[in-house]
C-alpha cells in the first residue's frame, strides 16, 4: 500500500479495487471516514457490515489470490522532536520543513492526529493555537482542508502554500 493513492483512501478500498477487483466495494469502503469512530472496535464492526452487505449483494464471492490476500498489520509509531523551542520554529526553517515532509509524517500530523487529539483537530492546528490568537486565519484554512479526498503529497502542497502565506 502507498501513503500517495488519493483514490482509494484507505487501506481497505485499496485492497479491495487491486485484490479482488470489485469496485462497488472499494467505493463503499472508500468513503468510510476512520476519525468518524473514537473506538477502533465500533470501526471494525462497521467495515465488516460493510463487507458482509456485498457479500450478500453478489452471487459469487469474489477471490483473491493468495500473494493478494488482505494482511492486517500492527505499527509502532516513532515521534521524534525536532523541534525542542516552540517559539523558534515558527520562521522560514519551519516553511522548508513542511516542505520537505515525507508522506508518512504528512499521515501522522494531519490524518492520525485527529484520532489522537481530543477535538479531532490535526498537530498543525493544535501547535499553532498555543501561539494565541495570532494565526487563528492559518488554523481555520488548515482545518479547511479534506484528507480524504488529496493525496498526501496534496495535502503537503497545500500546507506549504498556507505557511508560506501566513509566516
Same mark, same amino acid.
Given at each position: 500500500?502507498s501513503?500517495?493513492?488519493?483514490? $482509494?483512501h484507505?487501506?481497505?478500498s485499496?485492497?479491495?479495487?487491486?485484490?479482488l477487483?470489485?469496485?462497488?466495494?472499494?467505493?463503499?469502503?472508500?468513503?468510510?471516514?476512520?476519525?468518524?469512530?473514537?473506538? +477502533?472496535?465500533?470501526?471494525?464492526?462497521?467495515?465488516?457490515? &460493510?463487507i458482509?452487505?456485498?457479500i450478500?449483494? &453478489?452471487? $459469487?464471492m469474489?477471490?483473491s489470490?493468495?500473494?493478494?490476500?488482505?494482511?492486517?498489520?500492527?505499527?509502532? #509509531? +516513532?515521534? $521524534?522532536?525536532?523541534c525542542h523551542?516552540?517559539?523558534?520554529?515558527?520562521?522560514s526553517?519551519?516553511?522548508? /520543513?513542511?516542505?520537505?515532509?515525507?508522506?508518512?509524517?504528512v499521515?501522522?500530523?494531519? #490524518?492520525?492526529?485527529?484520532?489522537?487529539?481530543?477535538?479531532?483537530s490535526?498537530?498543525?492546528?493544535?501547535?499553532?493555537?498555543g /501561539?494565541?490568537?495570532?494565526?487563528?486565519?492559518? +488554523?481555520?484554512? +488548515?482545518?479547511? #482542508?479534506?484528507? $480524504?479526498?488529496?493525496?498526501?503529497?496534496?495535502?503537503?502542497?497545500?500546507?506549504?502554500?498556507? /505557511?508560506n502565506e501566513?509566516?
Open positions: 500500500m501513503f500517495v493513492h488519493p483514490e $482509494y484507505n487501506d481497505f485499496w485492497w479491495a479495487h487491486f485484490g477487483h470489485d469496485d462497488i466495494l472499494t467505493e463503499r469502503l472508500a468513503i468510510i471516514d476512520p476519525t468518524e469512530y473514537k473506538d +477502533i472496535e465500533d470501526l471494525r464492526k462497521r467495515l465488516i457490515q &460493510v458482509e452487505n456485498r450478500a449483494e &453478489v452471487d $459469487y469474489p477471490w489470490r493468495n500473494e493478494n490476500r488482505f494482511h492486517f498489520l500492527r505499527s509502532t #509509531i +516513532i515521534v $521524534y522532536d525536532l523551542e516552540p517559539l523558534g520554529c515558527v520562521n526553517d519551519l516553511k522548508t /520543513f513542511i516542505s520537505k515532509m515525507t508522506p508518512t509524517s499521515f501522522y500530523h494531519f #490524518i492520525d492526529a485527529r484520532r489522537r487529539t481530543s477535538d479531532g490535526d498537530d498543525f492546528s493544535v501547535w499553532l493555537a /501561539f494565541g490568537t495570532q494565526y487563528e486565519e492559518l +488554523i481555520k484554512k +488548515i482545518k479547511l #482542508i479534506d484528507p $480524504y479526498f488529496l493525496s498526501l503529497s496534496e495535502i503537503r502542497k497545500l500546507l506549504t502554500e498556507l /505557511f501566513h509566516l
